[in-house]
């Protein structure tokens, strides 16, 4: 047994359904294994993948999108299995043009980011003349092509706020996602900053089709629930930006996936944690914080990212299929506005 393999089944051991799924595919997981060394390959691994293809990557190679992508143009591997949705590899192959990307399903979408287009930016900055753009990182290379800038759910408020500074700008255009325009909406107005973003002014829509489902009751409930009053010291509710506004708000902590596990980790006193996010990120965050209790009472899985499975990584990786390209000149402009936000961030 490898030594990946055997820390694979060590960490899945204190989760008995998933160490059960390990046994039963563990013949798949090696060869993934093996592949990985014989092509040099390195596989990134998002939060929201299912435990065992989450451990397929190493502690360093697994993060939030951009984290991951930013890892992979520092690698000299040639080539990037990107476990995530197509965005993602995008963002990737963006940042590491020379490498060869790919991902296990090329039909593993967004349902946050595939609404918009590039003509939806134009008709925007038609509109807005003077207002900067800024893209969520969840969108297409296209999108993020006619943007100024890119952000992420951990840096958009410091984002948007250079933006504004920068073009002297009391209004500044967010896409795509609606939700996360309102919250970040709240917290930039006593900035005197009009964010435009989808519904605001039009019938337009973006949302996380995951995110959105969360309640503001189901949270309250949860806390009666399981004991977890706000502000407690031992217990606490972590929420993603991408949640509605009110449910923002009952929490006793919001982020990006990436800072909410940073929250974990600077509360050493916790014992009891509820993430308003994609459930497979509590299953995965469960094997690295086993002194935690996180509360497995969510349900709501993303489509697209149960797409990738360990079937489909073995096939990607034997024949190299499904490789991932954008478009030279839309990857050159789609680039630039990534480096704006990491300038700054």
Same mark, same amino acid.
């Given at each position: ?172 255009? =967010?896409?795509?996602?609606? &939700?996360?325009?309102?919250? $970040? @909406?709240? %917290?930039?107005? *006593? ?22 489902? =969360?309640?503001?009751?189901? &949270?309250?409930?949860?806390? $009666? @629930?399981? %004991?977890?009053? *706000? ?115």
């Amino acid at each position: 047994m490898s030594a990946q393999l055997e820390q694979i089944e060590q960490t899945l051991q204190s989760q008995p359904d998933q160490h059960l799924e390990f046994l039963a595919k563990k013949d798949i997981i090696a060869r993934i294994l093996e592949l990985r060394e014989e092509k040099n390959v390195l596989i990134l691994g998002h939060n929201y993948m299912e435990p065992l293809v989450y451990q397929l990557s190493g502690e360093k190679e697994r993060g939030d999108s951009l984290a991951l992508s930013r890892y992979a143009a520092q690698s000299d591997k040639p080539i990037i299995l990107f476990d995530g949705v197509m965005f993602m590899a995008e963002t990737a192959k963006i940042l590491s043009p020379d490498k060869k990307v790919l991902i296990a399903d090329a039909t593993a979408g967004c349902s946050l980011a595939e609404p918009f287009k590039a003509k939806d930016v134009l008709e925007y900055r038609r509109r807005f003349p003077h207002a900067p753009v800024v893209t969520y990182v969840n969108s297409y290379a296209d999108i993020k092509a006619e943007s100024d800038y890119c952000c992420t759910s951990a840096n958009g408020l410091d984002v948007v706020l250079h933006a504004s500074k920068t073009f002297n700008s009391n209004q500044v255009i =967010f896409f795509p996602d609606s &939700l996360m325009g309102a919250n $970040l @909406q709240h %917290d930039v107005e *006593k900035q005197g900053i009009d964010l435009i973003y989808p519904g605001k002014y039009d019938e337009n829509f973006g949302r996380c089709e995951v995110h959105e489902q =969360f309640k503001v009751e189901h &949270l309250r409930d949860i806390r $009666l @629930q399981y %004991d977890i009053p *706000k502000h407690s010291e031992e217990a606490a509710i972590l929420v993603h930006w991408e949640c509605r506004p009110e449910v923002i708000a009952e929490a006793d902590y919001y982020g990006s996936t990436s800072q909410m596990a940073k929250y974990i980790a600077d509360h050493p006193h916790l014992k009891r944690v509820f993430l308003a996010t994609e459930c497979e990120m509590a299953a995965n965050l469960a094997s690295e914080y086993p002194h935690v209790e996180f509360v497995r009472s969510c349900n709501l899985f993303c489509q697209h990212m149960r797409k990738i499975t360990l079937e489909k990584i073995l096939y990607s990786l034997e024949h190299e299929v499904y490789e991932v390209n954008v478009d030279e000149e839309i990857a050159e402009r789609a680039r630039k506005a990534i480096d704006r936000m990491l300038e700054i961030w």
